[in-house]
């Protein structure tokens, strides 16, 4: 059985706040009896997309697992990767694929630069196709920040991911797609895209009420929590959702 852990919307600033709980919930996992396989962060893994909040990320995640990114609408994609990546700065989209587990992990930019709405460019929609392609026989993890449907957030519906009638038929023609992962909902969720399972990451920084809990927006005092993704031989997938205290 393959276990990935999945968190997602870390907003790592100048402040110790977001500092405290990521690693709240990064030492929770380095505790773990048996480590997940993989960690999943799916994007706004900084607040302003300084590369001093990179640095001050890559310096707290100490796991002797894999731990993935891709970028949300708070990121920025130059500073990105030099300061977490290791590579020359760049303003082309970061996608990067994942063999781990006996599971193709996909992790997708769907930032546009300047805007908090998300779409998966061109290119990023090519690379997809070509991954996909190329190992069919590996159940699949889609993932990236933009939620792909309304998910009865009006704040977030707002800026979901648009355009994605091509990816719904990628993800639709390629039966080893378990399931879609994103995060930028600061709740955690689950709906239907393209007839598989999108599962929503919760927030490590805050989360966002539903509008009939509460005229209260964000609340910032609700502790971190991590998604658990258990994805058995007969690719059967469960998730769990665990509160970190």
């Known amino acids: ?44 893994l900084a ?28 990121d920025a994609r130059e500073p990105y990767r030099k300061a977490l990546l290791g590579e020359e700065p760049d303003a082309r989209p970061i996608n990067r694929a994942f063999e781990i587990a006996g599971t ?53 519906d707002e800026m979901r991911q648009f355009g994605t009638e091509r990816l719904a038929a990628l993800v639709e023609r390629s039966p080893q797609v378990v399931a879609v992962l994103c995060g930028h909902a600061h709740t955690p969720a689950a709906a239907m895209f393209a007839g598989r399972p999108l599962l929503v990451a919760p927030s490590l920084t805050s989360t966002l009420k539903l509008p ?15 998604a658990f993704h258990l994805l058995a031989e007969d690719r059967r997938l469960t998730t769990h959702y665990r509160v970190i205290l």
């Open 104 to 156: 193709l992990i996909l992790m997708l930019d769907s930032s546009i630069p300047g805007r908090n709405d998300g779409v998966l460019a061109d290119e990023t929609l090519e690379w997809l196709a070509a991954r996909l392609a190329d190992r069919p026989d590996l159940p699949t993890f889609v993932c990236f920040h933009h939620p792909p449907v309304p998910l009865g957030l009006p704040f977030i």
């Open 47 to 74: 607040d302003h997309g300084a590369e001093s909040e990179y640095e001050r990320l890559r310096d707290l995640v100490d796991l002797p697992i894999p731990v993935l990114w891709c970028p949300g609408n708070h």
């Open 212 to 226: 009939f809990e509460t005229d209260q927006l964000i609340d910032r005092d609700l502790p971190p929590m991590i």
């Open 1 to 44: 059985m393959g276990i990935f852990a999945h968190v997602s919307d870390v907003h790592i600033d100048a402040g110790e706040r977001s500092v405290k709980r990521a690693r709240r919930v990064f030492d929770y996992l380095a505790g773990l009896v048996t480590p997940p396989d993989a960690v999943i962060v799916t994007g706004d």
